[in-house]
């Protein structure tokens, strides 16, 4: 099925640049076909060029989650991941951190919390929420202070919300509704020139 959707990016998106890299719950054998594609710019764990000015550094590793997904890994090893990243960039003042997990306590990580059976916690009658994002993201943010951070992984948080000079962005979705979220961005100069926000 990814297959059938990547042949279809020629003839939707015929002058575009396609970069994808996977998140915490795509199983390593999509990397295989990502890379096999002719379509598209396979990112993971690397950096790619928007243009002349921009880089993005790529990381879809998460910290732990109750779920035990495929791309996990302690605090430890995913500063290590985000550093060795991040090294590989030209210019860390015009680029963008995309890396699938939010930082930690940014409002854009709140998940619902859970109790030791994984059903959400209830608290004066509402659903409590907690941070869950990474605090190596956090440290790799408020560290070297790219142009624009851009992050998944939190469905339920979507917003913007600034890290020192750095805007840190999540679209959030609604899969179960069958809702997607995204952000139109248009860099310039080094600088955020548009920030849109759609939702489809």
């Known amino acids: 099925m990814v297959r059938d959707w990547l042949s279809l990016i020629p003839k939707k998106a015929p002058d575009a640049k396609v970069i994808i890299h996977p998140g915490n719950d795509d199983k390593f054998v999509l990397d295989d076909v990502l890379r096999g594609s ?98 190596s993201v956090r440290k790799m943010i408020e560290k070297y202070e790219p142009l624009l951070g851009l992050h998944g992984h939190i469905h339920e948080s979507p917003g913007l919300v600034k890290i020192g000079r750095t805007q840190c962005i999540n679209p959030g979705s609604e899969y179960s509704e069958g809702i997607l979220r995204a952000y139109v961005i248009e860099l310039e100069n080094g600088k955020v020139k548009r920030l849109q926000r759609l939702e489809g």
């Not at 990381?59 to 779920?67: D, I, K």
């Not at 860390?92 to 959400?120: E, Q």
Request: aromatic share 12%; glycine share 4%; net charge negative.
């Open 38 to 135: 002719p379509n598209v710019v396979f990112a993971e764990e690397s950096v790619v060029h928007f243009d002349d000015f921009h880089e993005a550094a790529c990381v879809g590793w998460s910290n732990p989650t109750p779920w035990h997904s495929p791309r996990e890994c302690t605090e430890e090893q995913l500063l290590e991941k985000l550093e060795k990243t991040v090294s590989q960039l030209k210019s860390i003042k015009t680029s963008c951190f995309c890396f699938h997990v939010p930082p930690y306590n940014s409002t854009i990580d709140m998940a619902p919390k859970l109790d030791a059976t994984f059903r959400p916690v209830y608290e004066g009658g509402r659903p409590a929420f907690v941070p869950v994002g990474s605090t």
